[in-house]
């Protein structure tokens, strides 16, 4: 689609003058279309964290969307860019928290090592390497693997750690699940068959879902509406380094410059993907929406009441969203792959990375015990083996010779 036919598709474009009432309601409707709140909810999940650390950690992811949003929108990119967490980092996450002390200061490791994580990627970006390592070291064929096996390898966290190994009765549990993903996608349906409606149920399924999901959950006597009234309106973010302190580990350091390593690969396989899907629905690409929508993430990051509501809800509940979501993302790598005119090592390139990653999921956990302390945590998110695999077997496999007839 050329840039002509892509400004006719826009009710508004990048630069046309928009008023700020409406701009305010455009960036709300971003936001709320947008799934900036479940990676917490899981990495939450996954270190076992109480429901007020579960918001804090909400609050702290909202209110880095929104600074993000705002920086890449107005003075960086200068392009419509709504930020948000990935879903890559969190198995290492988790595997460098519980290596590290777990509650006696597993999360003053993981945050030392984002800090030296995120200070090399934006050396990295300000001098210009970032573009030329990624046009040398990830073609189309290495970062469509590594979207696919993104998704593939969140699937069993989504449907094991939330459904299948969540507290509670299974039965209710397997229910919760199943009526949330019934609800997205009845939504999803409606604005399909009805076109006119299809912001209103498209853009809202993931939030009509898991409110169906909570109703459900508060008649099963899951939800716990409690810590959600006794949550002040408005508070400080309390997920700071200032709370949890900073802890320097070598080993973890280097895990995390992996992965945001992936992180760069992924984001510039998705990045605008992400963002084309948000536009196409609602039609709005204007910069000041999108600063408008970072400005409702800051001030999501302080509403304290929200974050508890969205803390309290039900594992089952968002597991039935994040699996969808992995298939989705898995679909996205695939269909990135599909568009190329594939040779014999390409096969390779994407067939390898898959089979490690479902090797790694399967693994006995006495095995991985055994490996040292670095490669445990590297295991612990399948995603950074797979991407290593496939970036290095790009480099090494010959490519194939062109045919030539006499």
């Known amino acids: 689609m050329n840039e002509n036919e892509q400004s006719q598709k826009l009710m508004v474009g990048p630069d046309e003058p928009i008023s700020n009432q409406e701009a305010g309601f455009l960036g709300l409707q971003h936001v709320l279309a947008m799934d900036v709140y479940v990676p917490p909810v899981i990495i939450a999940g996954l270190l076992a964290m109480s429901l007020d650390a579960k918001a804090g950690l909400i609050q702290a992811t909202f209110l ?18 709504s930020q948000g ?10 595997g460098i928290y519980f290596a590290s002390g777990a509650k006696d200061g597993g999360m003053a490791t ?21 573009q030329k390592i990624i046009n040398s070291l990830v073609p189309q064929v290495v970062g469509g693997t590594i979207i696919t096996v993104v998704g593939l390898s969140l699937m069993p966290s989504a449907l094991g750690d939330n459904i299948f190994k969540a507290q509670g009765n299974i039965n209710e549990n397997l229910l919760l699940a199943v009526v949330t993903v019934t609800i997205l996608i009845l939504c999803v349906s409606l604005g399909i068959y009805f076109p006119k409606l299809q912001k209103l149920f498209k853009v809202s399924s993931i939030i009509i879902a898991l409110l169906g999901g909570t109703v459900l959950a508060t008649m099963l006597g899951q939800f716990d509406w ?7 309106w408005f508070s400080l973010p309390s997920f700071t380094a200032f709370h949890y302190g900073v802890h320097f580990s070598m080993t973890a350091i280097m895990t995390f410059i992996i992965i945001y390593a992936v992180l760069m690969t992924e984001t510039t396989g998705t990045w605008f993907a992400m ?20 400005i ?10 929200l974050a508890a509501f969205l803390s309290a809800i039900p594992a089952p509940v968002i597991g039935g969203i994040f699996a969808i979501i992995c298939s989705t993302i898995m ?7 599909r568009t190329l005119r594939t040779q014999e090592r390409d096969m390779y390139i994407i067939g390898i990375p898959i089979i490690l990653c479902i090797a790694i999921i399967i693994m006995p956990p006495s095995l991985l015990k055994a490996t040292p302390q670095m490669i445990q945590y590297l295991l612990e998110s399948p995603i950074s083996i797979c991407a290593l695999a496939a970036i290095i077997l790009n480099l090494i496999l010959p490519r194939d010779r062109p045919i030539t007839f006499n």
């Open 64 to 81: 880095a969307a929104g600074i993000g949003t705002i920086l890449q929108t107005k003075f960086f990119m200068q392009m419509p860019v």
């Open 85 to 94: 967490p990935s879903f890559v980092p969190i198995g290492a996450i988790a």
């Open 110 to 130: 993981v945050i030392g090592a984002s800090i030296i994580g995120s200070i090399l990627l934006m050396l990295l970006g300000v001098t210009g390497l970032f």
């Open 226 to 232: 409690q810590s959600v009234h006794q949550a002040h």
């Open 275 to 294: 963002n084309a899907g948000i536009i196409s629905i609602t039609g709005v690409a204007s910069k000041k929406v999108f600063v408008s929508a970072g």
């Open 296 to 305: 409702w993430f800051i001030i999501f990051g302080f509403f304290n009441k």
């Open 331 to 337: 679909l996205n790598g695939l269909n990135v792959i």
